[in-house]
T-cell receptor, first 115, second 118 residues
Framework: AQSVAQPEDQVNVAEGNPLTVKCTYSVSGNPYLFWYVQYPNRGLQFLLKYITGDNLVKGSYGFEAEFNKSQTSFHLKKPSALVSDSALYFCAVRDNIPGGFKTIFGAGTRLFVKA | DTGVSQDPRHKITKRGQNVTFRCDPISEHNRLYWYRQTLGQGPEFLTYFQNEAQLEKSRLLSDRFSAERPKGSFSTLEIQRTEQGDSAMYLC????????????????FGSGTRLTVV
């Protein structure tokens, strides 16, 4: 069964500093991996995905994520945080197998960027 | 196309009443998903449609829950005999068929319907 873990409920970082939001996953096949962001009173927005190829994938708003197969991790990163990045971030995984269509979401990590 | 639309945005109902929510996906997306999100948690999968076919229903859904997508376009989610534990944000999402796009598409989510059962 698929599962995804976000070990940190909250991440605090100062504006201008690099940020990392952690995610580990478990799937039976090769994974499709995703990050979504949820701003207050707004819907979930797709940020980026890993399907295959380069382990470092780039997404919206300057975010990137690094896929590490041996550690089954897909951490979200940004070189320089902005106050406007403060939001709830969800890691998600889907099995890359025939019939695999269900995306499972982590519990979320709240990112707080302080000016 | 302005994205995934959900109606209503908010619904307050008395325990025991039936409620129905509607989702209009992006028109060219043939996959449609329903999720439920409670405060401080990630979205939980409820059910999934490919065109008009409901291909999976989560064990989270009791017999009081039913979803339809009769013409492969909009979808409805009905909750019968609502309970206070049904209070949550109900999210709809859609995605294109991956076969034509190389696989692994992200979802486009609607803004959700917030249900409060009193």
């Amino acid at each position: 069964a698929q599962s995804v873990a976000q070990p940190e409920d909250q991440v605090n970082v100062a504006e201008g500093n690099p940020l990392t939001v952690k995610c580990t996953y478990s799937v039976s096949g090769n994974p499709y991996l995703f990050w979504y962001v949820q701003y207050p009173n707004r819907g979930l927005q797709f940020l980026l995905k890993y399907i295959t190829g380069d382990n470092l994938v780039k997404g919206s708003y300057g975010f990137e994520a690094e896929f590490n197969k041996s550690q089954t991790s897909f951490h979200l990163k940004k070189p320089s945080a902005l106050v406007s990045d403060s939001a709830l971030y969800f890691c998600a995984v889907r099995d890359n197998i025939p019939g695999g269509f269900k995306t499972i979401f982590g519990a979320g990590t709240r990112l707080f960027v302080k000016a | 196309d302005t994205g995934v639309s959900q109606d209503p945005r908010h619904k307050i109902t008395k325990r025991g009443q039936n409620v129905t929510f509607r989702c209009d996906p992006i028109s060219e997306h043939n996959r449609l998903y329903w999720y439920r999100q409670t405060l401080g948690q990630g979205p939980e999968f409820l059910t999934y449609f490919q065109n008009e076919a409901q291909l999976e229903k989560s064990r989270l859904l009791s017999d009081r829950f039913s979803a339809e997508r009769p013409k492969g376009s909009f979808s409805t989610l009905e909750i019968q005999r609502t309970e206070q534990g049904d209070s949550a944000m109900y999210l709809c999402a859609s995605s294109p068929n991956p076969a034509g796009t190389g696989g692994g598409n992200g979802y486009t989510f609607g803004s959700g319907t917030r249900l409060t059962v009193v």
